[in-house]
């Protein structure tokens, strides 16, 4: 459970939260951490099905486009320049 606060009062809490995650039923998501984080926050946690792969590939390929999402902000984040100058803080630009 504390691990789960420190991650919404130092993250979350700054970036935003879920309403709902679609997730392919990898035993990480239904772990302590997770049930007692999804409590907290308040989002849905979905399973996909087992026979329905389909949905398994769209979460994947989101998870895949949300990684490539937060590289390039990691890698830019630094040489951004707004029209204060550069910034240091990549988590300001995000959306």
């Known amino acids: 459970m504390d691990t789960a ?3 919404w009062n130092n993250i ?3 970036c ?5 995650i ?3 039923r990898d035993p990480k998501f239904t772990s302590e951490f997770w049930t ?3 409590d907290i926050i308040g989002t849905k946690l979905v399973f996909s099905t087992a026979y329905h792969p389909y ?5 994947e390929r989101m998870i895949q486009t949300m990684e490539d999402i937060l590289r390039r902000f990691c890698a830019y984040g630094l040489e951004y320049k707004d029209h204060e100058g550069y910034t ?4 300001t630009l995000l959306p």
Do not use: F, M, Q
């Open 88 to 91: 240091h803080e990549w988590v």
């Open 55 to 59: 949905t398994d590939r769209l979460a």
């Open 16 to 20: 935003g939260v879920p309403k709902i």
């Open 5 to 7: 606060l420190l991650l």
């Open 36 to 38: 007692n984080l999804y």
């Open 12 to 14: 979350i809490s700054t």
């Open 22 to 24: 679609v997730s392919d």
